[in-house]
């Protein structure tokens, strides 16, 4: 549905939405002018968007469009560029806000420290939970209730659980499996409090462990500590990536590994945690303290239907970074 906020130069706030989110708004924001358009046939609230825009004096001014948002659909794109037309300049500064969202604040940080808690108490749910036999909804369903139990919320996008063949995707899948004797769970979730996230990733070996899974293991940590020796203040994104492709190329697992290596979290919403900026090859986004990262190792071996992944969160500090999650990074055995 068409939603449009607009923030002037002069910090005034104007909210364009529907009446379901009218109340949403006035509970939990600090905008007090808030507009609302009329659902019926024909509908096109990018006309009221442009009389609004009019009357704020904005008429033949450069105005920036957060195109890359995904509430705001090709169609709704095409409607917003027609009704301002021959009205106003239109920018793409889908960055704009999240350059100034990056640095988290200390108030922000409380937050994600909370998250990353959440994250961990969930982990444990998982070493007591994923043995053979167990339902895979089990687990789910363990993982989330205590995340909520400790205060927290929904996440931004579904926690990813796959066993066997499905430990090999790194998206969700509605198949829930039980655990065969043998067997390899993949998990990625978030601890998520008051819309901040900490996420983490885990493969569990279920009954054994083969060599093939021990040395991939291995390789991702290795990947893991050369990505922490990098993310520090003065260094570029794109370069935490490199060092992370560097161990995995010389380890022989360039065709299972990821062609990025995380991003940053923040407060997000439906339908994905992921935060801008990802870590990717010559990405020249200089890391500063204050700024939230997951940082995930994965091994998907297609010719060997294996997986291993390791991922945490961490928080750059003027030194270098902290690991927010607590636990053990250990290969433990389900």
Known sequence: YFQCLILTTKGELVLLTRVPDLRQAQNTSIIKDIR??????N?????ELKNILSELNLEKSNLGVEYEAYGLTGRNAIRLNNSLNNFAKLHDKSELVSSLR??????EIVYVKKAAELADNALEVVWKYAHAGQEEARILAEMQATIFKGGGDYPANEFIIGSGKNA??????SEKRKLDEIDQLSLEWAGTYKHYHSAMFRTVPIGKVNDKQKKMYKACVEALKACENKLKPGNKVGEVFDV???VFDRL??????????GYSLGATFAPNWMDWPMLYTGNPVVLAPGM??????ILMDSDNQLAMNLGETYLVTKSGNERLGKKKLDLVLG
């Open 36 to 41: 609302i358009w009329v659902d019926k046939d």
């Open 252 to 261: 022989e697992y360039k065709k299972s590994r990821m062609n990025a290596c």
């Open 168 to 173: 090999l995707l790194c998206r969700y899948q």
């Open 244 to 246: 992370h492709a560097d």
């Open 102 to 107: 990056i640095i988290k604040s200390p108030a």
């Open 292 to 297: 939230v990262f997951f940082m995930h190792m």
């Open 43 to 47: 509908a096109n609230p990018a006309n």
